[in-house]
C-alpha cells in the first residue's frame, strides 16, 4: 500500500513553517515512516534548515526538490512558503543524486548526480520514474533534460527552479544538500505503473519564421528581419482590439511588457500537430533581439501562440483527464507563464485539478517543466503544466 500526504505553510520563519508541514504530513503519515519527501521552497526560506529539520524527522527518507516561484497543494496557493509531498510505500523504492557545475558544464553535472543514485531501482522494479530538477537561471532546460534521459533511459518529470520571479539566484536539493549551480536527479521504482502528463493552453496564430540569426537564447532575427519586429506584427492587431493600449504605448518597464511576452508566445512544432512553447520574457527592450528563457538555435522554426485564462483552465482539465485510474497522489509543476496568464484565477484552477484528480497534490510553480514520456519526447516545456501519478498499490 502507498500513503501520499500534501502539506504547505506561508509562515516566514523556516523552522515555524517546517515543522507546521510535518505536523500536516502527521495526520496521514508518521514522519519517521516516510520513504520519500518532495519539498518545493520560496527563496525567502532558509533552504539548509528545512531540510535539515525534514531530515532528522524522516530519518533515512530519500529528499529532493528544488527554490521555488510559487508553492500549492490540493487546497490553494501558499506563495512566499514551502509545499511538502510525503510518501510511505512498501511497493517502491526511491533514491536521488546531486550533480553541482551545471552552469559551466551540465554533462559532467547530470554525470555526477547518476553516479550517487541507485540505478538497479530500474531493473529491480517493473515500473520507473526519474525526476529533474535543475538551476531555472541556466538556460539549458533542453540539454539537461536529454542527458538526463540518455543516462537513466526512462519518463521524467520535474523543472527548472525558481526564485520567485527574482531572477537572481535558484537551488536544488538533494537530502539536506544544497546548490545553487546544480541538478538533481531522482528514480523512482514501482510496483504498479505510474501515471505522467504535460499539456498547454496555447494556439498558433502565425506562419512559421525561421530564426536566422541567435546567440543562446538570444535571438536577433527572424527571416533576416529584426525579431521583436516580427514578433510585434503577428500580435499588433490583436493587441490594439483587446487592450487599451498600443504596443509603441508600451514601456519595457510596465506589467503589460512582460504580460504580452506571455501572452503571445512561441511555439515549435514538435510534427504531430503539437508544440512546445518557448518563453521570450526576459526581452529588455524594442531593440531588435527576443531573449528567451532556453536556447534557441539558427535555424529553428517559430510560430507565434496565444493564451487566455480559458485556454489554460482547458489545457488543466485536459492534463487532469490524461490521468486515469486510482491515484496515491499527485506531483504538479507548473510554469509561472501559466499562473501570470491566469492572474487571480490560478489559485482556483490549482483547487479544481485537485478535485478533478481527487487525489493529495503538491507543486510550485518553476522556470520551465520537463515532462518526457516515451509516447512524447519533447522532453523540456515552457508554460505549461506537468504532473505525475503516484499509484495507490
Not at 198 to 223: A, E, F, N, Q, Y
Not at 236 to 262: H, K
Request: charged share 20%.
Amino acid at each position: 500500500m502507498t500513503k501520499f500526504a500534501t502539506a504547505a505553510s506561508i509562515n516566514g520563519d523556516t523552522e515555524t513553517a517546517t515543522r507546521a508541514c510535518l505536523n500536516q504530513l502527521s495526520g496521514t503519515i508518521e514522519p519517521s515512516n516516510v520513504d520519500f519527501v518532495w519539498i518545493g521552497i520560496s527563496p525567502a526560506h532558509q533552504y539548509e534548515e528545512a531540510l535539515g529539520l525534514l531530515q532528522s524527522a524522516t530519518g533515512d527518507a530519500t529528499i529532493i526538490g528544488a527554490s521555488s516561484a510559487g508553492e500549492f497543494t490540493e487546497d490553494g496557493v501558499v506563495s512566499g512558503g514551502m509545499s511538502v509531498a510525503a510518501v510511505a510505500s512498501d511497493s517502491m523504492a526511491f533514491s536521488a543524486g546531486l550533480g553541482t557545475g551545471y552552469g559551466s558544464d551540465p554533462q559532467a553535472a547530470v554525470g555526477s548526480a547518476v553516479g550517487s543514485l541507485d540505478t538497479d531501482i530500474q531493473e529491480a522494479y517493473p515500473y520507473a520514474v526519474g525526476l529533474n530538477f535543475h538551476d531555472g537561471l541556466v538556460g539549458n532546460g533542453d540539454e539537461v533534460t536529454m542527458r538526463g534521459y540518455q543516462a537513466i533511459p526512462t519518463d521524467f518529470v520535474g523543472g527548472s527552479a525558481g526564485d520567485d520571479r527574482r531572477l537572481e539566484e535558484t537551488a536544488v536539493f538533494v537530502g539536506d544538500q544544497v546548490s545553487t549551480d546544480g541538478v538533481a536527479l531522482g528514480v523512482i521504482g514501482s510496483e504498479q505503473p505510474f501515471q505522467q502528463a504535460v499539456g498547454h493552453g496555447h494556439k498558433r496564430i502565425s506562419d512559421g519564421m525561421t530564426v536566422t540569426d541567435s546567440d543562446g537564447g538570444t535571438v536577433r532575427t527572424l527571416d533576416g528581419e529584426p525579431a521583436y519586429e516580427r514578433w510585434a506584427d503577428a500580435v499588433r492587431d490583436v493587441v490594439e482590439e483587446e487592450y487599451e493600449f498600443s504596443l509603441s504605448g508600451i514601456d519595457p518597464g510596465d506589467p503589460e511588457w512582460v504580460q504580452l511576452l506571455t501572452r503571445f508566445e512561441f511555439g515549435i512544432e514538435t510534427g504531430d500537430q503539437e508544440y512546445k512553447i518557448r518563453w521570450p520574457g526576459i526581452t529588455p527592450d524594442r531593440s531588435g533581439p527576443l531573449s528567451f528563457a532556453t536556447v534557441i538555435p539558427e535555424g529553428t522554426d517559430l510560430f507565434v501562440m496565444d493564451a487566455q485564462p480559458a485556454d489554460e483552465r482547458e489545457a488543466q482539465r485536459r492534463v487532469g483527464d490524461s490521468l486515469d485510474g486510482d491515484l496515491a497522489g499527485v506531483l504538479s509543476f507548473a510554469c509561472i507563464c501559466q499562473s501570470n496568464i491566469l492572474g487571480d484565477e490560478f489559485g482556483g484552477a490549482v483547487q479544481a485539478f485537485g478535485d478533478q484528480v481527487d487525489a493529495p497534490l503538491a507543486g510550485m510553480e518553476v522556470y520551465g517543466e520537463v515532462g518526457l514520456s516515451s509516447g512524447d519526447m519533447r522532453g523540456y516545456h515552457n508554460a505549461s503544466l506537468s504532473v505525475l501519478g503516484f499509484p495507490s498499490g
